[in-house]
Each structure stands twice: as structure tokens, then as C-alpha cells.
Nanobody, 124 residues
Framework: QVQVAESGGGQVQTGESLRLSCTAS????????MAWFRQAPGKEREAVFC????????YTANSVKGRFTIFRDSAKETLYLQMNSLKPEDTAIYYC?????????????????WGQGTQVTVSS
């Protein structure tokens, strides 16, 4: 059974940083396309970053360019989202997602593997 878990959320002030982590069990972590999504209160879930199974960037949301970075530590089988210069509008539940099958070159869809999410709250 595949399980995806995020960690690292919390409450910070505007301008501060957070690093989210994502791990998964039950599959070969490094073989999957991966992504970070977020859902703010009252809004639809949106993709923040997507990377292909080989680490190539598939998508970066304009709202986070220059502030957020996605990277994967293959040895630790962990996906990270480094968030700098946080703003109140970044407040959301952040989800890690993996594609539904290995070798993917598209952002994970609802059919993929998802974590339960971690809350990020940015105060002004």
C-alpha cells in the first residue's frame, strides 16, 4: 500500500521561511513524477510545482517564482519545498502528490498518490 506523508508546516510571519518535506512508502520514490499543490480557504486546489520522474521541472506557479524551490533528495527519497519570503496569500494546506505510475512526465492528477496535507499559515 502506498502512503504519502508531508511534514514541516506551521505558522510563520510574513517574510519568513519554511521547508516542507514529503516521503512515500510502498513504491520506488525516485521513479515518479511529483508535485506540490496547495489549497487556500475557499479556493480550489492549485499546483505549485511539478517535476518529472527524472527531476525536470514541468510546472512552476507564477505566484511562487523566485520565492519557492522544489528539490528531491534521491538518496533520502524525500521531496522538499523550500518556501522563502512567505506572504499571507501563501496560507494554505500544502499537499504532496506522486503520479499514478512510474516514469511520468505530467503533473500528478487526482488519480495519483496524495498525502493528507500540511497546514501553512502566514501572518502579516
Amino acid at each position: 500500500q502506498v502512503q504519502v506523508a508531508e511534514s514541516g508546516g506551521g505558522q510563520v510571519q510574513t517574510g519568513e521561511s519554511l521547508r516542507l518535506s514529503c516521503t512515500a512508502s510502498g513504491l520506488n520514490f525516485n521513479d515518479y513524477a511529483m508535485a506540490w499543490f496547495r489549497q487556500a480557504p475557499g479556493k480550489e486546489r492549485e499546483a505549485v510545482f511539478c517535476i518529472a520522474w527524472n527531476g525536470g521541472t514541468l510546472y512552476t506557479a507564477n505566484s511562487v517564482k523566485g520565492r519557492f524551490t522544489i528539490f528531491r533528495d534521491s538518496a533520502k527519497e524525500t521531496l522538499y519545498l523550500q518556501m522563502n519570503s512567505l506572504k499571507p496569500e501563501d496560507t494554505a494546506i500544502y499537499y504532496c502528490a506522486l503520479g499514478s505510475r512510474p516514469g511520468g512526465n505530467r503533473c500528478p492528477a487526482e488519480s495519483g498518490y496524495w498525502g493528507q496535507g500540511t497546514q501553512v499559515t502566514v501572518s502579516s
